[in-house]
């Protein structure tokens, strides 16, 4: 899923392919996303990009003396969990192009895309962050630092520090990939109560002997985990490319991939969250870690996470097993696992929800007869504990 340094490497491409470009006419929506018409029509105007956290600002610029005579708007994105954005022909479109933006004649017309595979993507009219998101680890790291530092009495940090980490109020930007490396860097167990592990870092001062030289060099050699915060996705920034996700193309994603020190990595353990969200660690999960769980330890020596080892990206089951299968093996149906219910922001709002799937009525047999109902055993639901997700 794009973190905070996907969604700032996708505002840096923004600039960088469209600094030269005039765009007009409409903004065409596709006709399956759900998301608002944009209602912005322009003979001739630009477009920029900033990012904060986990969003994205696009603001559509008319030139002086464009028809009709329109304000600037602004667009805010949020990736969801495949968003992202290409420049193209116009006449070779992304299957998954969701919002279009054209460019203007003469010379080659081209279409500036949101592409989102999966429809979770989210844009909002009007400019505005999202309220109640916390300063960008990225770009406002004193004012993110004081936010969390200030505010550790709320019940967020209560939690374990894998789950508090994902509270988009206090850490806009993190996400899981970059929760599990931070904390693997620091030997933090990622079920150690988050205040513990924050608290300490109130009453940490440089001593007032040092000089500006030494204090940078001490802060270097050992960072704190707000300062990881920051520097840990600015090193994926450095990487170039567009970061997180295999659909970034092979050679940006190989780079990422040597990056990664835990996510997904061979012999790193794994552990579901409350909020059904897989964390990767070494070592000792922490006190607070889900009881009755067992961690799994990656074996395979494959670099790549699998999509059944990150369940942020995986698909709900597509199909349940036959009737005739179940019939076959006389075993009551059990409710396939499903994403945790709800979003918001004290865990990452793009990821997606997925409703539960009611009875399914059976059905009267080809010959007539009612096929005999089945006694449903008393099973625990294999469900998550449905809250919030990143």
Not at 184 to 190: A, F, G, N, T, V
Not at 195 to 200: D, I, K, Q
Not at 208 to 214: A, D, I, R, V
Not at 340 to 365: C, F
Request: hydrophobic letters at 30%; a positive charge.
């Amino acid at each position: 899923m794009p973190e905070g340094p996907e969604l700032h490497l996708a505002s840096q491409f923004v600039n960088e392919a469209c600094r030269a470009l005039v765009f007009g006419g409409c903004v065409e929506k596709s006709s399956v996303s759900r998301n608002p018409e944009v209602p912005f029509e322009s003979s001739a105007y630009r477009i920029s990009a900033s990012a904060r956290g986990k969003e994205l600002r696009l603001i559509l610029s008319p030139l002086p003396g464009a028809q009709p005579p329109q304000e600037p708007l602004a667009l805010v994105f949020r990736f969801g969990m495949s968003g992202s954005f290409q420049l193209v022909p116009r006449e070779e479109l992304p299957r998954h192009a969701h919002l279009r933006f054209y460019t203007a004649p003469p010379g080659r017309r081209l279409a500036l895309c949101f592409v989102d595979i999966r429809r979770f993507g989210r844009w909002d009219l009007g400019g505005k962050w999202q309220p109640g998101r916390g300063p960008c680890v990225l770009q406002e790291y004193q004012q993110f630092r004081e936010n969390v530092l200030r505010n550790l009495a709320d019940k967020a940090f209560d939690r374990p520090i894998c789950e508090a980490l994902l509270d988009q109020r206090f850490f806009n930007g993190i996400g899981n990939y970059l929760r599990a490396e931070i904390l693997y860097r620091l030997k933090i167990p990622p079920f150690e109560k988050a205040r513990s592990v924050l608290e300490a870092l109130q009453q940490h001062r440089p001593s007032p002997e040092l000089t500006l030289s030494q204090k940078i060099r001490t802060k270097l050699q050992n960072p704190d985990l707000l300062e990881l915060c920051h520097s840990v996705p600015k090193e994926v920034v450095q990487l170039g490319g567009k970061g997180y996700g295999s659909e970034s193309g092979e050679e940006d994603f190989a780079a990422f991939r040597a990056w990664l020190r835990c996510y997904g990595m061979p012999g790193m353990s794994s552990l579901q969250d409350r909020h059904g969200r897989t964390i990767w660690f070494q070592g000792d999960p922490g006190p607070l870690a889900p009881k009755g769980r067992k961690s799994r330890k990656k074996k395979s020596k494959a670099t790549q996470p699998s999509p059944e080892d990150r369940v942020e990206d995986s698909l709900p089951p597509s199909k349940a097993p036959s009737r005739t299968r179940r019939a076959k093996r006389d075993l009551p149906k059990r409710t396939a696992t499903q994403w945790p219910e709800g979003t918001s922001l004290q865990q990452d709002p793009e990821a997606p929800t997925v409703p539960k799937k009611g009875r399914r009525k059976g059905r009267q047999a080809a010959s007539g007869h009612c096929r005999p109902r089945k006694v449903k055993a008393d099973i625990p639901s294999l469900e998550p504990e449905g809250t919030s997700a990143s």
